[in-house]
């Protein structure tokens, strides 16, 4: 599943990867477009309390795709 | 992996680096006209420069540090994540030992009722309630605090500038209403410090023990709200060069984000070294002065605002004061300074928002905090980040209400999409 919260002001880069964790498929794994600086530091927090492992890649000036997959 | 691919990888890694490099150059030329304007400043007034830098440094290290304290109260109830708040209390510690010391060389006898010059000290009320809970609600809504939508203007987002624009339109009709609040409540509320009573070493001791009661208790909350994860260790490489050592130390500092502890403790340490020239940090004070000097162009402006000659923090400057006066100068150079973080670690970008609807909670939010911080005579910086340290009791009951709020806020963001 693919999430693009870029533009978002705080907090909802977090909150919406959050809700889209919950509703995820065990077997699926969720990637997250942002460009929130904080969103890097707070979801794979939130993510790691959900059993999910973060790989954080830059894919351009300012933004980056948090992929989370169960770990 | 066929040719085209490969082709296609190197064509984007290639465009990455150079994008890379305009960022840096662009960080490097903001920081050299920063430095222009500094030197500049210090053959007007010494004051000017010293502001004006402490600005750049105070942005820096924001940016640096994704440094907001809306998130440290906000995400308590939202995400049961303390991370922020504890960077906040090690912040608040390192502060309050150094403004100790410094107010102690001002005012070396105490209990007979006079302050140390500066010391963020206000007269505690409804006042400070009701101001700290708007402001709590205002900074969750808007996205970010006064501080944090200065540094994330510099950052490139629109919301925030969007937001600061509600901050100043909320702190112009703070002053409208102030005279009434001013003869109601705000003028015969006393002022509390701790030393008077306490003397320096207890006042400290008493607030060293509260931020420690504060830490125990984030934490217990941390653990009952979710499962506590041991902090993220960085992987260490042996680096092969002293090259390659000092590349990884500026990635570090330049690149990568710090952890919140290290801004919190390098703000704090910033605002007492501050305070050695005039008084501590805070925001609405110069975004006061814009507000009133625009409102005042259009014949709007509140007229003569009783009693506010008599007080420190945040309070008004008298209206002879300058648009590009040191604390105005101070927020332009927490914008540039977070401008010139940005752009070296390529983290600048004009972020703006989609939904209409984002655009209602930044000024709204930002109305509600400029609003509230006209009647709690400060922000977050003014009347918690400095009053704490200060050894004020108006700074801990305006935290209590700022987490009111901040609870509050959380509850409305919940049913907004």
């Known amino acids: 599943m693919k999430l693009d919260v870029r533009g978002e002001i705080c907090p909802y880069p977090q909150v919406k990867t959050v809700a889209a964790l919950k509703k995820l498929a065990p077997s699926d794994q969720l990637e997250v477009l942002t460009d929130h600086p904080p969103a890097l530091e707070t979801v794979p927090a939130q993510a790691a309390r959900l059993g999910y492992v973060a790989e954080i890649a830059e894919v351009g000036t300012a933004e980056w795709c948090i992929v989370l997959r169960k770990g | 992996m066929s040719t085209p691919d490969v082709a296609q990888r190197s064509v984007r890694s290639s465009a990455a680096s150079r994008a890379r490099s305009f960022n840096i150059a662009r960080g490097v030329a903001a920081a050299a006209a920063a430095f222009v304007i500094l030197v500049g400043t210090a053959s007007i007034d010494r004051l000017l420069a010293v502001f004006w830098l402490f600005g750049l440094a105070f942005g820096f290290v924001l940016q640096r540090s994704r440094f907001c304290f809306a998130s440290a109260f906000r995400d308590l109830f939202l995400l049961g994540d303390t991370r922020v708040m504890k960077g906040i209390i090690a912040g608040l510690a390192v502060a309050t030992a150094g403004f100790a010391v410094l107010m102690a060389r001002l005012l070396p006898e105490v209990g007979f009722g006079s302050l140390p010059p500066g010391a963020t000290v206000l007269p505690l009320g409804i006042h400070t309630l009701v101001g700290g ?27 925030s500038m969007v937001a600061l624009l509600g901050i100043m339109l909320g702190l112009e009709i703070s002053s409208h209403t102030w005279n009434w609040w001013w003869e109601s409540h705000i003028s015969h509320a006393p002022r509390i410090w701790f030393p008077e009573q306490l003397g320096y070493l207890g006042g400290t001791l008493l607030t060293f023990g509260a931020l420690l009661l504060c830490f125990l208790a984030v934490s217990w909350w941390e653990f009952r709200t979710s499962i506590m994860l041991p902090p993220k260790r960085d992987e260490v490489h042996a680096a092969s060069s002293l090259g390659e050592h000092l590349r990884a130390l500026g990635h570090t500092v330049f690149v990568k984000g710090w952890p919140v502890v290290v801004g919190g403790v390098a703000l704090a340490t910033l605002n007492v070294y501050l305070y050695t020239y005039r008084h501590p940090w805070g925001v609405v004070a110069g975004l006061g002065i814009w507000a009133d000097k625009f409102a005042s162009a259009f014949n709007l402006g509140a007229g003569e605002l009783l009693g506010r000659s008599s007080l420190a923090g945040c309070a008004f400057e008298p209206d002879t004061a300058s648009a590009l006066g040191h604390m105005p100068l101070l927020n332009l150079g927490v914008i540039a300074g ?12 004009l972020r703006v928002p989609k939904q ?38 108006n700074g801990w009951v305006f935290a209590g209400a700022l987490a009111v709020g901040a609870y509050i806020g959380v509850k409305v963001l919940n049913r907004i999409p």
């Open chain 2, 133 to 159: 809970v708007l402001f709590g609600i205002g900074m969750v809504l808007a996205g970010g605090c006064t501080s944090g939508s200065l540094y994330r203007v510099g950052e490139g987002y629109v919301g």
């Open chain 2, 356 to 393: 209409p609807l984002r655009y209602v909670q930044s000024i709204g939010g930002g109305v509600l905090m400029g609003y509230s911080a006209g009647l709690a005579l400060g922000c977050t910086v003014g009347a918690f980040f400095s009053a704490i340290p200060s050894l004020a009791l």
């Open chain 2, 338 to 349: 977070a401008f010139i973080a940005a752009s070296l670690a390529s983290e600048f970008k």
